[in-house]
């Protein structure tokens, strides 16, 4: 029987660095530039060192053996329902499980899937491929041609990283093409234009690629031809983020154009008209989200005036194949929010976050304009559009909540059809969800979600995990907990989601509120939460972590350096830290429109106090902090986290750091990675928090 380890023992296995040093001008000289090296040897060497430590101290937790378990056994288990895509009178899926944790790709006919059948026909073994091949292929997408959808686009990435191969494969024979079009690792872009000819973006050689990384052209590419002699639709100035192409398929025939990002958030979008390209007229932050009933359908992030009128920033609207006319689908309230848009051949999709309540509505146009209807759905959780159906218009749609799993809808007309419930993971039996809100430091009001059993909350302050992220108009939603639900809150601890500005919980102005300079607000949301569940009873100093990954892992990294003092475990995931040179390190550059410019002088002084890394002290007593990323990650740096915890290390501060050698964005490449991840993540929070209510492990 292992022993179990209280949480001062647990602690006692802490990793001890050289005595503190003097304090290091990192903006002026930056000494751990090598880790910047992302497989240098030395670097890895160092890497190879930290995880050898963090790992002895976090699989000794008495409870890790039994949450990788766990996590293994959620991921991927059999009782999952596939989600799929519904094209051409079949339902498409892909799978992992502990067979196949690489991937099947597959399908059966739609019918069948409806009445719950399980016989699949397989299109691709992932795993296979893989071995035959001698790859760490990681499946990251397939385009289909429609509207036979025989012929696919299919991306594959070496390890999970952004960069990956384009393989055109043929469902019919279920192979590659031979002589088939193919496109080299990069960060590619494709779109069908017919059968014989496609739009790409990539790395065409030298000076083709924009200082983000990312295609800088846009070609037409023709069946036979060699790229080189692709012939160029668009191209942009380097300094610019990106070109990507796109079609849609209208019912006849695709529509073909590009869309130009000038930053992250200002955009062109162009569309194909013979042999030219014309820019449609719309404001520069405002998204493409589709074409139905021979109009494009656009989703507007700041007004904007045409035809006599002015539509709302957060509306969609309908703009005229001709540009000619221009009419309103839906504008938003100061509570609700558009979350998502989805097209087919006649209809328009909109998932909608009423005060974070999910709501789908479905667009029909009309002689008077577009009429909209909801879907009947379950009220006070989240909704999906998992799939619409190009040509008819059905949906899947699911409903759930943080211990409610997702149940899925079939939708045809306003009336859903239940056709699936997902398993319970966890034991919700007494478990409870709970809305409160904080008054951040100018008096906003700052919605956050605890889930946790009723028995933990009565019982006093307890172990807690506060989620956030706080970017990029991305809103974080009180979905089905599965893992937290299973390796912490059945275990006696609490979760919490937080809906901090920044996110697109309630549209572009919540999002832009936290914009460059004035991202201190993020900050300071998230603190007042934090204050606010202690004040509450829920938990206390010495039992709040943290935790957030890539951008949360910036919120991670300033919540620690600016508040060391309120909190007691931090979980730093894939994060960026240096935010005096994250522009020049990989897609960095593609995040000023986000962040701001460490190289505009007026906007580098926020930078200068916001930026972790450049703030760190060396006499300041910092919780531990748990760093994690993957080599492999291309979009952001791992020596982001690398050089964080070098400079801890430097001046004496504990640590743990975990990286994973191949992984990408995600920091996982596969299921059984994954699973290792969150019984590392939960294990230090365990530790950290002192949350030791567990049974005995064989």
Not at 7 to 12: G, K, L, N, Q, Y
Not at 471 to 480: A, D, R, S
Request: hydrophobic share 35%; with cysteine; aromatic share 12%.
């Amino acid at each position: 029987m292992k022993r179990l380890l209280t949480s001062v023992a647990f602690a006692a296995l802490s990793f001890t660095a050289a005595h503190a040093q003097s304090e290091i001008d990192v903006m002026k000289e930056d000494p751990f530039l090598w880790l910047e090296e992302v497989e240098g040897e030395r670097a890895l060497d160092w890497v190879r060192a930290q995880n050898e430590r963090s790992l002895a101290i976090l699989e000794a937790h008495p409870a890790y053996d039994a949450m990788l378990a766990e996590a293994k056994a959620i991921l991927t288990s059999d009782e999952r329902v596939p989600g799929v895509s519904l094209r051409g009178g079949y339902a498409y899926n892909f799978w992992q499980d502990a067979d196949h944790v690489r991937g099947l790709w597959r399908r059966m006919p739609q019918d069948a899937y409806l009445k719950g059948e399980t016989e699949w026909e397989i299109l691709m073994d992932l795993d296979k491929v893989a071995e035959d091949e001698g790859e760490n292929w990681v499946y990251s997408g397939s385009s289909c041609l429609a509207p036979d959808y025989t012929r696919c686009l299919v991306t594959l990435s070496r390890g999970g990283s952004d960069a990956a191969v384009v393989r055109e494969y043929d469902l019919s024979t279920k192979s590659f093409v031979e002589d088939g079009f193919y496109l080299p690792e990069a960060k590619s872009s494709t779109a069908w234009l017919d059968e014989d000819t496609i739009l790409v973006g990539t790395d065409f050689g030298e000076g083709t690629l924009t200082d983000s990384g990312y295609p800088r052209q846009v070609k037409l590419w023709k069946r036979g031809q060699d790229l080189s002699e692709a012939t160029l639709v668009h191209e942009i100035p380097q300094a610019d983020i990106w070109a990507y192409p796109l079609s849609f398929w209208d019912g006849e025939k695709y529509r073909g154009g590009v869309f130009h990002g000038e930053t992250f958030y200002d955009y062109n979008w162009l569309v194909l008209d013979g042999d030219t390209v014309k820019r449609l007229p719309l404001p520069k932050k405002a998204s493409l989200s589709g074409y139905a009933s021979g109009d494009y359908i656009i989703e507007l992030k700041e007004p904007w005036e045409f035809g006599g009128e002015t539509y709302e920033a957060g509306s969609v609207v309908a703009l005229s194949d001709d540009m000619e006319e221009a009419s309103l689908i839906i504008a938003p309230t100061a509570k609700m929010a558009v979350q998502g848009v989805s097209t087919s051949e006649d209809d328009v999709i909109v998932s909608l976050l009423d005060d974070i309540q999910g709501r789908v509505v479905r667009f029909e146009k009309s002689r008077r304009g577009w009429r909209g209807r909801d879907v009947r759905l379950p009220e006070g959780g989240v909704v999906g559009v998992q799939t619409v159906e190009p040509k008819t218009g059905a949906l899947i749609v699911t409903y759930e909540n943080p211990i409610t799993p997702d149940t899925y809808y079939f939708v045809e007309n306003r009336r859903p059809k239940e056709i699936r419930q997902a398993p319970a993971f966890f034991d919700a039996d007494g478990m409870v969800v709970q809305r409160y809100e904080a008054t951040s430091k100018d008096g906003t009001k700052i919605p956050y979600t605890i889930m946790a059993k009723k028995e933990t909350l009565d019982g006093g302050p307890a172990p807690t995990i506060q989620y956030g992220y706080g970017g990029f108009e991305i809103p974080i939603l009180p979905t089905y907990a599965a893992t937290a639900g299973k390796l912490w809150a059945e275990r006696g601890g609490v979760y919490v989601t937080t809906n901090i500005r920044g996110g697109g919980e309630y549209g572009p102005a919540w999002h832009q509120a936290g914009l460059k300079g004035n991202r201190q607000v993020i900050y300071d949301d998230f603190q007042a939460i934090s204050e606010d569940m202690i004040e509450r009873g829920i938990t206390t100093k010495e039992q709040l972590g943290i935790l957030g990954g890539s951008n949360g892992g910036l919120l991670m990294g300033v919540s620690m350096t600016q508040r060391p003092d309120l909190y007691k475990g931090v979980g730093i995931g894939v994060p960026l830290l240096d935010m005096l040179r994250y522009d020049k390190l990989l897609a960095g550059a593609s995040w000023v429109g986000e962040y701001g410019d460490p190289d505009n002088p007026e906007e580098r002084p926020f930078l200068e106090k916001i930026s972790p890394y450049h703030n760190l002290r060396p006499d300041v007593d910092y919780p531990r902090p748990f760093f994690f990323t993957s080599t492999k990650d291309d979009r952001v740096h791992p020596g982001h986290a690398r050089k964080m915890a070098r400079l801890m290390e430097e001046y004496g501060h504990d640590f743990l750091y975990y990286e994973n050698i191949e992984g990408g964005h995600g920091a996982a490449a596969n299921l059984d990675q994954a699973a290792r991840r969150l019984a590392l993540q939960y294990a230090y929070f365990a530790g950290e928090l002192g949350l030791i209510d567990y049974a005995d492990e064989e």
